[in-house]
């Protein structure tokens, strides 16, 4: 399995901590799912790809923060 990071948006709560770790283990019912609130960071160790991952994210209403350093 593979680690994963992301970094999401509107994590406020205890509640979206939950949600974030409920869609991730909707998914895939075996990942292990580590959450930094205050940052926003989300790590995943699934079989799943980051794109599943990243939509299932976006889907339960956390969608990944734009990439500062991506260029345009
Ligand atoms: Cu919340």
Do not use: N
């Not at 399995?1 to 949600?19: D, K, L, N, R, S």
């Not at 998914?27 to 790809?49: H, M």
């Amino acid at each position: 399995m593979e680690q994963q990071h992301f970094t999401v948006q509107g994590m406020t709560c205890g509640h979206c901590e939950q949600a974030v770790r409920q869609a991730i283990r909707r998914l895939d019912a075996q990942a292990a799912v580590q959450i930094e609130r205050s940052s926003g960071r989300v790590s995943v160790q699934s079989s799943r790809t980051r794109a599943e991952l990243a939509a299932a994210l976006a889907d339960e209403g956390y969608p990944e923060q734009a990439d500062p350093d991506a260029a345009g």
